[in-house]
C-alpha cells in the first residue's frame, strides 16, 4: 500500500493569521528569525501500485475538494510508507 500526501498552503498574497498567531507565540517563547505559515495535509492511501492516472485522480479531488484555489496552493507527493520518507513532489 502507498501513501499519497496532498499539502495544501496559503497563496503567498493571502493572510494567514494563524500562522502569524504561531508566529508571534514563537517570538514569546523566545525562538527569534521564525516565521510560520499553517497549512493543511492530507494523507491519501492508496490500494495497489501509484500509477500517472491514480496521480492525477488525487490531484482532482485535491483541485475540488482539499484545497479551495482561489486562496491555497497544493502539492501532491508519494511517500513511502515503510520509512515515512518522500520521493519528491509529483
Do not use: C, H, W, Y
Request: glycine residues 10%; negative net charge; proline residues 3%.
Amino acid at each position: 500500500m502507498a501513501r499519497v500526501v496532498v499539502d495544501v498552503m496559503p497563496k503567498p498574497e493571502i493572510l494567514d493569521p494563524q500562522g502569524k498567531a504561531v508566529t508571534g507565540a514563537l517570538g514569546r517563547l523566545g525562538f527569534e528569525g521564525l516565521s510560520v505559515r499553517q497549512g493543511k495535509r492530507f494523507e491519501v492511501e492508496v490500494t495497489g501500485e501509484v500509477t500517472e492516472e491514480r496521480l492525477e485522480q488525487i490531484r482532482q479531488a485535491a483541485e475540488k475538494l482539499f484545497a479551495n484555489t482561489v486562496i491555497e496552493t497544493f502539492s501532491v507527493r508519494i511517500e513511502d510508507v515503510s520509512t515515512g520518507s518522500t520521493d519528491g513532489s509529483a
